[in-house]
């Protein structure tokens, strides 16, 4: 079943693209970068999802076992998935991607515990956007638990705006380009 989405007719950014690197909170170096395809990279993200609090999943995700862990990962870090990580030296401390999903890509973005509230889920959507821009993704949105204020307020900050509000998620949207052909 397909459906219709509202995307805003105002495009948001400009967005910085990967690398990025900046100090954390918690005076951590933080480095963002976009997946690289290697298998160091690959084992070090499923190392963080393992080492996910399930407290923090939401709508099944990520996955709790490790085999699930991988076979998702195996999803998301092939084909036209767009992936940037957030690393603290060679551990991996956030992970963003946008998944093909019709004309638009949608976002899901994950901190590890230790590393929330520390400023890095902000800097890694904002570069993921900017990848995204960067590859010619024109449309993104994402879902949100209604009652989530502090994301609810992090995606309108960015840029996101409310799309669809039924059931107990809001659906946010954000574009990135206008769409319009420069060819002529």
Same mark, same amino acid.
């Given at each position: ?6 995307f805003?007719?105002?495009?948001a950014?400009?967005?910085e693209?990967?690398p990025?690197?900046f100090?954390?909170?918690? #005076?951590?170096?933080?480095e963002i970068? $976009?997946? +690289?395809g290697? @298998? %160091?990279e690959?084992? =070090? ?22 085999r ?7 999803n998301?870090?092939? #084909? ?5 990580i $957030?690393? +603290?030296?060679? @551990? %991996?401390?956030g992970? =963003? ?19 929330q ?6 800097r ?8 995204g ?5 024109e449309k ?7 009652w ?10 960015i ?12 659906e946010?949207a ?5 769409g ?5």
């Amino acid at each position: 079943m397909t459906r219709d989405r509202l995307f805003p007719d105002v495009v948001a950014g400009p967005f910085e693209g990967p690398p990025l690197t900046f100090e954390d909170r918690e #005076g951590r170096d933080i480095e963002i970068r $976009a997946y +690289d395809g290697s @298998d %160091a990279e690959y084992e =070090a993200l499923a190392s963080m999802y393992v080492a996910f609090d399930p407290a923090d999943r939401a709508q099944g995700i990520p996955p709790s076992q490790e085999r699930r862990i991988r076979e998702w990962l195996d999803n998301i870090l092939s #084909g036209d998935c767009l992936n940037v990580i $957030a690393w +603290d030296g060679d @551990d %991996a401390a956030g992970h =963003a991607t946008l998944v093909p999903d019709q004309d638009a890509y949608e976002l899901a973005i994950f901190v590890l515990q230790k590393y929330q509230e520390a400023g890095i889920g902000t800097r890694l959507m904002k570069t993921l956007l900017g990848y995204g821009a960067e590859q010619g993704v024109e449309k993104v949105w994402l879902t949100v638990e209604r009652w989530n204020s502090p994301a609810v307020g992090l995606y309108k900050k960015i840029g996101f705006e409310v799309s669809d509000s039924e059931s107990f998620e809001l659906e946010m949207a954000i574009r990135l380009a206008d769409g319009r052909d420069e060819g002529g």
